[in-house]
């Protein structure tokens, strides 16, 4: 089962900040589309 939810992951398209486009990392209670660095720019 293990290797099945790792291979879940993997087909994961990888998230993309919807301002710049970088790649954005997985981050824990953070659902937003953009990036920590476009983030701080909105506030
Ligand atoms: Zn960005």
Not at 1 to 15: D, G, R, S, W
Not at 18 to 29: K, P, R, W, Y
């Amino acid at each position: 089962m293990i290797t099945n939810i790792v291979e879940f992951f993997k087909n994961l398209p990888a998230k993309q900040c919807a301002s710049c486009g970088s790649h954005i990392e997985e981050q824990h209670d953070c659902y937003s589309n953009t990036c920590t660095t476009c983030a701080s720019k909105d506030l």
